[in-house]
């Protein structure tokens, strides 16, 4: 049987000199070969016209962790917390429309779960601390630390069947930002302890998000995320 082709987005470093360089962590594809896939990273192009060919190919789609969301802001982002830049953005969203118009899975961790939900009309809190006045929820926040939590998986969604139930389960933490109001069709799939979004869905699962990093955690029960996506890519 051939491996379902997966489409994986990545993010972008600008040097001192203004230099761009397209990157992306080894983890995202491990993973994505681990489940089943056939990982293919998507190229940052110019238009949209050179990158359909290959949008047409895919059978599913993750949308990698970056910078900070600039769509659906309630507020400025920190100082410690760079925007998006704009070359992404857009390889971003040609991507995802093509997903949602040939009914195709995507899966979303972290960055890639607030763009999913601002893409479909939901807000971002541009700094979840300073707004809800919760602890930090990355290591930059937490003089260096690793951040990690505990999060309650909602009973009856499509996340709590993937892992085999709802009992709270431990996960890493990087994010500053997160998922305020949910966008249109999405629904919440876990929670912090604190009560933050961890994890949204769609009715039917077809798209899914996670707000921490599963990529980071092989061999734990959130390695499902990925063997649902190939399932799912697969049908």
Request: some cysteine; glycine content about 14%; hydrophobic content about 40%.
């Amino acid at each position: 049987m051939s491996r379902p082709l997966i489409g994986i987005t990545s993010s972008l470093r600008r040097s001192a000199d203004g230099e761009m360089t397209q990157v992306l962590g080894c983890e995202y594809i491990d993973a994505i070969e681990k489940a089943g896939g056939a990982p293919l990273i998507l190229p940052m192009v110019a238009t949209q016209e050179a990158l359909q060919p290959v949008l047409d190919g895919l059978d599913g789609l993750l949308i990698t962790g970056g910078p900070g969301i600039v769509e659906g802001l309630l507020d400025a982002l920190p100082a410690d917390l760079p925007p998006v830049e704009a070359r992404r953005v857009q390889a971003d969203e040609w991507a995802f429309s093509a997903a949602q118009q040939r009914a195709r899975p995507v899966l979303g961790i972290c960055y890639g779960m607030q763009f999913i939900n601002a893409r479909l009309g939901g807000t971002i809190y541009g700094d979840v601390q300073e707004a809800r006045g919760v602890g930090p929820h990355a290591p930059g926040r937490n003089g260096g630390q690793p951040v990690e939590h505990e999060v309650d998986v909602v009973p009856g969604s499509h996340l709590a069947a993937l892992i085999g139930g709802a009992a709270p389960e431990r996960v890493n933490s990087f994010h500053i930002q997160a998922v305020q109001e949910m966008g249109a069709g999405l629904q919440v799939s876990s929670r912090s302890t604190d009560g933050l979004v961890e994890g949204v869905e769609s009715a039917d699962g077809r798209l899914m998000g996670v707000q921490f990093h599963p990529e980071r955690l092989p061999g734990t029960v959130w390695q499902r995320l990925f063997e649902h996506l190939i399932e799912r890519a697969a049908e």
